[in-house]
């Protein structure tokens, strides 16, 4: 327990945990259930291309997300291309600034200009009512992003997309087992576009999908994914590589079979956070609708120093400094990255709360590596560090160490 500021690990203190804590531990299923699948692929020795295990997750996938489609890719960055590409995007397509960075580059590594739109700052995705003031006769397509598994606003964005005949996509990469307006996400839009990365709710090591009930566009999208091949010796597209293979199928059927625990640990976990900072003036966990479903993956804080007298920065480090490895996602905002922020050096006047948001959110470790112990212990350190705010500003104005946080941005 901390009782004075010289406790605190970033002024000299034994941090206050031994492991590093990370945001997005990976969570897997029954170990025995995937080593005996390991052993099938290893007997059949069919490792890739369109594997038993691959066709099974497709289809056991389409079935829990309630949609026609489901193509499962290497990763979300090639479903991406992959999917606005089948969709015929190019000109420009409206996204927001405040996602990871995989979204715009998506679009820029095909020579499509992203532009950037404004957030909501109480839902943290895209506005639509900045997005109609974005289209140009060059607009092809809108890419909404379900941040934090909390759904767009599906119906204004499609509404906007209909009028304008634009083509409306989602990256859907915090949303799985989510849901809007009691709907599975999946189906609306398009396509909708999955992570399974590593650090995902549901993960196959690496891995994603493209999810549509548009049989055409599947279609294209399952050539697109194979080099363009149709059959043996018989390319008709011109096609790139998002396989999966059958180790990350595997990995993925036996993550589905845990999802009710793995949601149910998050579900703990994010309360007991809640519950551990309630009252702390200028520390929010954001809100999750009981009237829909989510994966409670993401525990993420808007801190507002002007209530909490210590910016988000400073409280990032002492967190580092005590083992919890807090993440700012998605600083700075894809407009202050490159290539961005040289081709549009003036975007951020029009992004706003994207950039007052930027500076505000902190994201907390969550998924089965920790529990009741590690989040009493995080939410003591967040508190003590705001207690001591001033005696914390002072001493660091005069010139502490640099540390882990700030030497790694
Ligand atoms: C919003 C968003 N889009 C896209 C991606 C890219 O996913 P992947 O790592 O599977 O390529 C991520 C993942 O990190 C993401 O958070």
């Known amino acids: 327990m901390k009782t004075e500021v010289n406790d605190l690990a970033i002024f000299g203190g034994p941090p206050a945990f031994a492991e590093k804590l990370h945001v997005g531990r990976p969570n897997f299923g029954e170990r025995e259930r995937l080593r005996e699948r390991f052993d099938q692929i290893i007997e059949r020795r069919w490792f890739t291309n369109a594997g038993p295990y691959v066709k099974e ?25 992959i999917a606005i590409k089948a969709l015929g995007l190019k000109g420009e397509v409206i996204v927001p600034s405040f ?37 140009t006769p060059r607009t092809t397509g809108i890419i909404g992003v379900h941040l934090w598994g909390r ?13 304008h005949r634009l083509a409306l ?38 891995g994603g999908a493209v999810t549509t009930d548009d049989d055409e566009l599947a279609a294209r999208i399952r050539l697109m994914k194979n080099f363009g091949f149709a059959g043996y010796d018989n390319v008709i597209y011109v096609g790139t590589n998002g396989k999966m293979n059958e180790v990350c199928a595997a990995m993925g059927l036996t993550s589905l079979e845990s999802l009710d625990g793995f949601i149910s640990v998050n579900r703990r976990n994010y309360d007991l956070y809640r519950q551990g900072l309630r009252d702390l003036p200028g520390v929010e966990v954001i809100d999750y609708d009981d009237a829909e479903k989510n994966n409670y993956q993401y525990v993420v804080l808007e801190i507002d120093e002007a209530a909490t007298r210590l910016s988000r920065d400073e409280l990032l480090n002492i967190l580092w400094a005590e083992n919890v490895v807090a993440r700012r996602y998605f600083y700075p905002g894809c407009h202050r990255a490159e290539p961005y922020r040289t081709l ?66």
């Not at 996400?185 to 090591?205: L, R, W, Y």
Request: net charge negative; proline share 4%.
């Open 344 to 409: 549009y050096p003036d975007a951020g006047a029009n992004l706003r709360a994207t950039e007052e948001l930027a500076q505000r959110v902190l994201l907390l470790p969550n998924g089965n590596a920790i529990g009741e112990p590690e989040i009493r212990g995080i939410c003591d350190v967040v508190r003590f560090a705001i207690a001591q705010a001033e005696e914390v500003n002072l001493r660091r104005s005069k010139g502490s160490q640099t540390t882990a946080a700030e030497a790694s941005v």
């Open 57 to 81: 997750l497709e289809e056991k996938l389409a079935r829990f997300l309630g949609v026609k489609h489901c193509i499962a890719m290497c990763n979300a960055t090639i479903a991406l291309e």
């Open 99 to 135: 996602t990871f960075i995989a979204t715009a580059h998506a679009l820029q590594w095909q020579e499509i200009t992203p532009v950037f739109c404004d957030i909501d700052p109480q839902t943290h995705n895209l506005d639509p009512r900045r997005v109609e003031d974005l289209i």
């Open 151 to 163: 759904p767009c606003d599906v119906e204004a964005l499609g509404e906007i997309a209909r009028r």
């Open 169 to 206: 996509l989602f990256d859907a990469a915090h949303a799985f087992a989510c849901t809007y307006r009691d709907r599975m996400i999946g189906s609306f839009g398009d396509a909708e576009v999955f992570s399974f990365h590593a650090t995902k709710f549901f993960n196959t090591f690496e």
